[in-house]
Every structure is written in structure tokens, then in C-alpha cells.
């Protein structure tokens, strides 16, 4: 019964680590500011990498978000003393596969934390060593992370192109390079046009020294473009009424254009309908990807309330989830319904306001019988408060007590002061979430957080998890 007991913590402590590792940035919330943020998720660091060394680092093989991926591997590189070689094994294969899928801006700030943290092992080298040298194209890294890259060239004793090496450390020695973008930017001090050939946040700096027209710069700038950076623009450059930049919506990550659509005004979003719809279920479609039309009939009780405005660094984050949720659902299931907590029919003109009557829009949801009902909220129900937590009570205990009905709740906000994402009953699952894409993988973790998941059953999962994120290592 004890070892029973003990399981059960474990796994309970393990699946609320991977619930704030998935959901918390460290930023400011609706309800906590950024210091409760990184002492909440401080502790939760320290806790399960002390006490669960192994399934710490399996949380990189999950949908976790980049700011704790980059936190659990600069403690596994702090630590590695304390790994038994076996763990050092995995590890190493963890960290250098989720460098593979990490913005190079990220993995370019975490050596320079790695450098600042004093570690100099011979394992940290060779990861940053092998995730350099297969960079595609080391002369773009130069030039666009010029200060991240001498960074980690230093600390990993790499040794450069005689060329490469000069222009990290001693630019001024060489009158041209022979690599084209190294001599654009040399010529970009001097050379109005040099700065068109360069990436477009280095072209920035060089276009503010020379004082040139924001209009004529982006005009200019278009083709250097990444896709993101043209989703970011687009409407700044209608601002200054530069309209040869138009990103392809259809190509978009789904939620990431749930947040662009949110961030227009409600008249431009009605002008757009066809190509913001057209594009937003491009996006889910895409998602969803072999599990279309698979799932249950399903109802979603989307949160619309005040709070999922987010905060100042989250901007209409909780919303732009539930949107894209919307659309995803449309994609996965040949029979989804969306239920607002305000009562509004139209994704597309979401916007955060009012209280969360989650318990009103819950009883609505089950008065559809279906087969799973989903809930993405923060978990505040408070018009009145509780009813929602009491309305799943009854559902579970006398009205469906078999469980026909499969009932998650998928929470967007990391709640600082209870550790966890805020949950509405103990007999709902509840997993963190952060983009709309994870949602199928989410719905498949949650069940483990039930309350009744023992820590072998959670550590088998894991463990396959592990081995599917290294088969093509």
C-alpha cells in the first residue's frame, strides 16, 4: 500500500512538472507577475531534477515549451557529475535531438548562459561543438548572431575558417571577404545598398544608422523575408503604406495566426473573413495531420471571458488557444461544436470580455451527450464561482458514472501560486497546453493525470516517448 502511495505522489508530481514546463515562460500572466513566475518555476526545477533525474530529462521528448527545455538542459549539463553514465547516455542524445528543434536564437542564448554558468565539461563542448558544425550555414549565424556565435565558438575551443574567424574576432583585418553575405555586411557600414543582402534584423540596424525611410526599406527588404517576419510586418508595412509585403497566411503555424487574426480590429477581420477562415483551417488541417477525422463527436467549452486577454508579454494568448482549438477540432472530428463562455457563435470575432460562466456553458455541453467533452479555460469559473467543479461532480458520480462521456480540460495558464495549472475537479484530467498543434498528444497525457496513474505506467509512457523522439536520431 506504502509503495502504491509513493507511485501515485511520483506520477502526481511528475505530470504537474510537465504541466508548467509546457504552459509557464516565466512572463507575466493575466493573474501573477514575472517574479512569481521564476520562483514557482524555480522550485519545480529543483524538486523533480533532485528526486526524478530520469523523467526530467524525458520531459524533452514532450511538447514543452523552449524557455523550460533550454532550463532542464543547462541543469543536466550543471549536474553531469551526478548522472550515472547510462543517464549521461541519454541525456546527450535528449539535449542535442531538442537543439535540432529549438530556434537558433535560443540554443545561441543558451551557450552564452552555459559560458556565464562556468560550464566547461568536455560532453557540453562537444554538444555545442556538433550543433555548430551542422548549422547550414555558419556565414548567415555569423552575421545575424554574431555575438551568440563568437560565444559558443570561444567556449567550445572550435576552431573556425581562417575567414569565419576573422570576422567574429578581428573584422577590421580583411579589406573584403570572399563569402558574399560576410563582405555585404563590411560594405552595409558604408553601402546603402549592402544592406538589402543581408538578413532583415541585422538589415534593421543598418537601415536606422543610415537613416533611411521606413517605407523604402521595406519595400527594399521584402525578398530577405522570412515567413514570420512577414506575418510580424504586414501590418506595419500597411502603416507606412509598403504593400508589396504580404505573407501567405496558408503556410502559417495555427496558432501562432490565431494570435495575428486576434491582434487585427474586429472591422478588418469581417473584410478578411474569407482569406482569415481559408487560412486558419489551412493551418488546422495541416495539424492535425493523419488523426483528421478521427476523434469522437466532441463539444468544446472555449473561454472567451476577460482573462484570456493574457498580460502584457502573453497578449490574447489564452484566447488565440481556444480559437485555434475551434479549428482544429473542425479538422479532427466530423462533428464538433464550440461553445463560448460568452455566448458568442463567431471565432473569428473573439474577443476577451466579460466573467467565465463555465458551469452554465458545461451543463449546455452535456446536455449534447457527447462522446468527449473538451474545456480550454484558466480554470477560473466564477459566475458563481464553483459551479463548474460541482456540475462534473454530479455528471461523474451519478449521472455517468462509466464514463461514457470523455470529459479533459486542456488550461493555457501556468497558476504560479499552486505550482500547476489551475484545475476545475478532481475527477477531470487536466494538462497544460500551449499551442492548439499539441492538442491530440495533450488529451493523450492528460488521462495519466486522473489521479489514479501509477509512476510505473507514467514512466512507460515516457519511456516510449523518449524512444520515439530518438528513432531518427
Excluded at 161 to 184: M, N, Q, S, V
Excluded at 203 to 231: D, M, N, Q, S, Y
Excluded at 335 to 352: C, E, H, N, Q, V
Amino acid at each position: 500500500m506504502e509503495d502504491t502511495r509513493a507511485g501515485l505522489v511520483a506520477a502526481e508530481d511528475v505530470l504537474l512538472f510537465v504541466n508548467a514546463a509546457i504552459t509557464a515562460t516565466g512572463q507575466r500572466e493575466f493573474r501573477s507577475d514575472a517574479a512569481e513566475q521564476h520562483l514557482s518555476l524555480d522550485f519545480l526545477h529543483r524538486y523533480v531534477h533532485g528526486n526524478y533525474r530520469d523523467l526530467y530529462a524525458a520531459a524533452l521528448a514532450l511538447d514543452i515549451n523552449d524557455h523550460n527545455a533550454a532550463r532542464i538542459i543547462l541543469r543536466l549539463l550543471r549536474t553531469a557529475t551526478d548522472a550515472t553514465p547510462e543517464q549521461r547516455t541519454t541525456e546527450g542524445r535528449l539535449i542535442a535531438r531538442r537543439l535540432t528543434h529549438t530556434p537558433p536564437q535560443r540554443v545561441y542564448r543558451l551557450f552564452r548562459d552555459i559560458r556565464a554558468a562556468r560550464i566547461n565539461n568536455r560532453r557540453t563542448r562537444a554538444i555545442m561543438r556538433d550543433w555548430l558544425a551542422h548549422r547550414p550555414d555558419p556565414a548567415f549565424d555569423a552575421v545575424k548572431y554574431r555575438t551568440g556565435m563568437k560565444t559558443a565558438t570561444r567556449h567550445s575551443h572550435l576552431s573556425p575558417t581562417a575567414e569565419l574567424g576573422d570576422f567574429l574576432f578581428e573584422p577590421r583585418r580583411r579589406i573584403r571577404y570572399d563569402h558574399p553575405l560576410l563582405d555585404a555586411y563590411r560594405r552595409a557600414r558604408y553601402e546603402q545598398a549592402a544592406i538589402y543582402e543581408l538578413p532583415f534584423t541585422t538589415a534593421e540596424g543598418f537601415a536606422a544608422k543610415h537613416r533611411i525611410p521606413r517605407r523604402a526599406f521595406l519595400e527594399r527588404i521584402t525578398p530577405r523575408l522570412t515567413r514570420l517576419e512577414r506575418l510580424r510586418l504586414q501590418e506595419s508595412a500597411r502603416t507606412h503604406k509598403a504593400e508589396n509585403i504580404a505573407a501567405d497566411l496558408t503556410t502559417m503555424p495555427l496558432t501562432r495566426l490565431a494570435s495575428y487574426a486576434l491582434a487585427l480590429p474586429l472591422d478588418d477581420r469581417v473584410r478578411r473573413r474569407a482569406e482569415l477562415t481559408t487560412a486558419l483551417r489551412a493551418a488546422a488541417a495541416k495539424a492535425a495531420g493523419s488523426a483528421a477525422g478521427t476523434w469522437p463527436r466532441t463539444v468544446a467549452v472555449l473561454d472567451d471571458s476577460f482573462s484570456a486577454s493574457g498580460s502584457t508579454e502573453k497578449r490574447r494568448r489564452p484566447l488565440a488557444v481556444a480559437v485555434a482549438t475551434h479549428f482544429l477540432l473542425e479538422a479532427l472530428t466530423t462533428s464538433a461544436t464550440s461553445l463560448w463562455t460568452s455566448g458568442r457563435t463567431d471565432a473569428l470575432l473573439a474577443r476577451p470580455y466579460g466573467p467565465t460562466p463555465l458551469g452554465a456553458r458545461i451543463l449546455d455541453a452535456l446536455d449534447r451527450s457527447p462522446d468527449r467533452l473538451l474545456i480550454v479555460s484558466d480554470g477560473w469559473d466564477n459566475a458563481p464561482p464553483g459551479l463548474a467543479a460541482e456540475v462534473l461532480r454530479v455528471w461523474r458520480t451519478r449521472l455517468d458514472p462509466t464514463g461514457r462521456t470523455d470529459v479533459v480540460h486542456l488550461n493555457p495558464v501556468y497558476d504560479a501560486t499552486g505550482f500547476d495549472v489551475r484545475r476545475l475537479a478532481p475527477s477531470v484530467p487536466t494538462a497544460g497546453i500551449r499551442n492548439a498543434e499539441d492538442l491530440p498528444a495533450l488529451v493523450e497525457l492528460a488521462r495519466f493525470a486522473a489521479g489514479h496513474t501509477d509512476l510505473a505506467e507514467l514512466r512507460a509512457h515516457l519511456d516510449t516517448r523518449v524512444r520515439s523522439y530518438l528513432a531518427d536520431d
